[in-house]
């Protein structure tokens, strides 16, 4: 951000951060899942000056947030594998 943006709207539009920050974030989606147990979060994340990334999240009401970063192609891969691990499933 730049000292000339507002410090509720970032410069990259993209980004749902507010305020100051370095780390731009847009928020793809958050998921209840396993009996209401667990919060899980996908992220498209960048760093100033670094590479967009995804964040996945996954946490409980009484554990610290656990965070993998994976690079795009490893972030469709593991969509991949759900979806196949899904399909297993449900057969």
Same mark, same amino acid.
């Given at each position: 951000? @730049? +000292? +000339? @943006?507002?410090? &509720?709207?970032? !410069?990259?539009? $993209?980004? #749902?951060?507010? %305020?100051?920050?370095?780390?731009? *974030? &847009? ?6 899942? $396993?009996? *209401?147990? $667990?919060?899980? %979060?996908? #992220? !498209?994340?960048?760093?100033?000056? %670094? ?7 996954? +946490?409980? *009401? $009484?554990?610290?947030? =656990? +965070?993998? @970063?994976? &690079? ?7 969509? &991949? /594998?759900?979806?196949? =691990? =899904? @399909?297993? /499933?449900? *057969?």
């Amino acid at each position: 951000m @730049t +000292t +000339t @943006t507002p410090p &509720q709207e970032c !410069v990259l539009k $993209w980004c #749902n951060e507010a %305020g100051e920050h370095r780390t731009h *974030r &847009q928020y793809v989606m958050s998921l209840i899942a $396993w009996h *209401r147990t $667990w919060l899980v %979060g996908i #992220n !498209v994340v960048q760093t100033d000056d %670094g590479p967009l990334h995804v964040e996945l999240t996954a +946490t409980t *009401r $009484w554990s610290a947030p =656990a +965070t993998i @970063t994976l &690079q795009p192609d490893e972030a469709e891969a593991v969509g &991949q /594998a759900l979806i196949e =691990a =899904a @399909t297993r /499933a449900a *057969r």
